[in-house]
């Protein structure tokens, strides 16, 4: 029965057993061949390197040995990176890398080279090149008594040792080289650095100044990238902070030096800047000047005042308004100052407040803090409270020079010097005082509001208002006008609330084409915003009584 079963599945099933046999051979054969054999290598032992042998070879054998690549890595290699052996310079662990070429396999093996006498330690540093005729110090280290190092560059004077280290003295620029050689061992070892030329800093001087307010000024030197340790010195009167470094503070004006010196070589450069004073006593000014202006210490002073004589008359004062600013201590909360005014020549008029009442106390920060009135014959109130006692304050009064036109002259080049100060409770206060003088037939300079009489024409034959140019504008523009006759004139700006904005022009004028100057700012001094605004003329001839008024428009565009 058993054999009968035996028979029936060899005959049935024997194709498909032998196809399985094969199968199994096959896929055991590839498996044999895909399989990737590593190369057995061994490295060789340990070599040395030492003062006279200065080179030591690592070896590898490999199992194949054909067929194979070598690649060697390690510090100091000198030849046969891709050999069985390399030679090398330095000491340190080697490593090989052996490829087998055909199966793709790899090993890899380390090989050690090590020193058997070390050379000497060794370390050196150069500094630049001195300019003060000093020698240049180069030096190496650290100091052993069995080490002798010897120097050798285009400019060395002396070399010598202490227990710091080794040095040498030279006086060029250039490479200079230490060799430095142990003296039990024979072993030597080098370095070098470079001794670079001469390098000056480079300079920028600047100062923040002093103003009225700020009675310290900073001054700075900026030096232009340099990476050496610098050393600095400052000097000047008023000096109240430190003079070593790159600023220094300052409590009084005038030059003010530094001397920026390169530590190590000597090299030096200096630089100076001038902190301006902040001119805070009394003084006059065109009307174009600002609180800020005066406090800043940027304000330029009004240098005179001028008039055409006629007739035995003052007429055409020039500029038609100024300003008179000074600051002052408030003794209290509450007090009056009081802003005083005398004449050369009694004869002449006094100088009035414009409008009467265009006189203030400003805080130091030139907040308005309080407003006063021309009490007449040229003494002005303005009454405080609320003060800081013991606080900074500013005065600033605007005058109308018209004021004193018409006033008797004894001769065409008659002048007359006004003074002013400032009292408190009837005493002076200190540095509130200064002077300006009127003279004839000269030109008064820059004012905000320029007088008409600074251009006279002969006599036009009718009265008119021209356009005013620029327009638009930003920030000034002139206006001009025309009068037939000598007149009684005002021309005043107005916003479009018809608020009166500035007066341009107030008093007698004499006949012909004038121009005014409006530079944007109001009875206050301060800018008026941008928009429309209108100016308008009133005249009355002086000679037939005709009125005379015109209205035009103008764009003040920032």
């Not at 100088?351 to 009442?357: A, D, L, Y």
Request: net charge negative; with cysteine; glycine share 10%.
């Amino acid at each position: 029965m058993g054999i009968l079963t035996i028979s029936r599945l060899t005959r049935s099933n024997l194709a498909a057993v032998v196809m399985t046999m094969m199968l199994f051979v096959v896929l055991f054969a590839g498996s044999a061949f895909a399989t990737t054999n590593n190369p057995v290598i061994q490295c060789s032992g340990v070599d040395s390197i030492n003062c006279t042998k200065l080179t030591a070879t690592t070896c590898v054998t490999s199992d194949p040995s054909t067929n194979v690549k070598y690649a060697w890595y390690g510090d100091g290699l000198v030849s046969g990176q891709d050999q069985p052996c390399a030679v090398w310079n330095m000491p340190g662990p080697k490593t090989v890398y052996v490829t087998d070429l055909i199966s793709g396999g790899q090993s890899s093996c380390v090989a050690e080279v090590i020193r058997t006498v070390p050379l000497p330690d060794l370390y050196i540093g150069c500094n630049l090149l001195r300019c003060d005729g000093q020698l240049t110090q180069v030096s190496a280290g650290p100091f052993d008594p069995n080490v002798t190092v010897s120097w050798s560059g285009p400019g060395v004077v002396s070399n010598g040792s202490n227990q710091f280290g080794y040095f040498a003295l030279v006086n060029q620029a250039g490479v200079y080289t230490a060799l430095a050689t142990n003296n039990v061992t024979g072993c030597t070892n080098s370095a070098w650095c470079e001794v670079m030329p001469e390098v000056h800093p480079k300079l920028t001087c600047s100062n923040d100044g002093l103003t009225c307010t700020k009675t310290t000024s900073t001054t700075t030197v900026n030096v232009e990238s340099i990476p050496y340790a610098l050393g600095y010195l400052w000097s000047g009167d008023g000096l109240v902070g430190p003079n070593n470094g790159p600023t220094a503070q300052w409590n009084a004006p005038g030059p003010k030096k530094v001397v920026v010196t390169i530590l190590n070589s000597g090299c030096a450069d200096s630089c100076t800047t001038e902190v301006r004073p902040a001119s805070c006593d009394g003084h006059m000014f065109p009307t174009q000047t600002t609180c800020d202006d005066f406090t800043n210490g940027t304000a330029t002073e009004l240098s005179q005042i001028c008039y055409k004589p006629e007739n035995g008359k003052v007429t055409v004062v020039t500029p038609g308004v100024f300003f008179y600013y000074t600051m002052f201590t408030a003794p209290s909360a509450s007090f009056c100052v009081y802003i005083n005014q005398s004449k050369e020549v009694a004869a002449w008029k006094y100088f009035g407040v414009h409008q009467g009442n265009q006189a203030y106390v400003y805080t130091a920060g030139c907040a308005p803090f309080a407003q006063g009135s021309d009490l007449g014959n040229g003494l002005t109130r303005i009454c405080v409270t609320g003060a800081t006692a013991g606080n900074k304050y500013v005065i600033r009064v605007k005058y109308t020079s018209k004021s004193i036109e018409g006033s008797n002259i004894a001769s065409d080049l008659a002048t007359n010097e006004y003074k002013f100060w400032t009292t408190i409770g009837g005493s002076e206060q200190t540095g509130t005082r200064d002077s300006i003088t009127v003279y004839p037939n000269c030109s008064a300079g820059a004012s905000a509001f320029a007088d008409p009489g600074d251009e006279v024409s002969s006599a036009p034959e009718a009265f008119k208002l021209g356009a005013n140019f620029p327009n638009p504008f930003n920030p000034t523009t002139q206006i001009s006008f025309d009068l037939a006759d000598p007149s009684d004139v005002r021309l005043s700006v107005y916003n479009m609330l018809g608020q009166e904005v500035a007066t341009l022009v107030q008093g007698i004028t004499s006949a012909g084409t004038h121009h005014a100057e409006w530079n944007a700012t109001g009875h206050d001094g301060a800018v008026v915003p941008s928009g429309v605004y209108v100016y308008r003329i009133q005249a009355r001839s002086l000679v037939t009584g005709k009125q005379f008024s015109d209205v035009k428009k103008m764009l003040l565009m920032k």
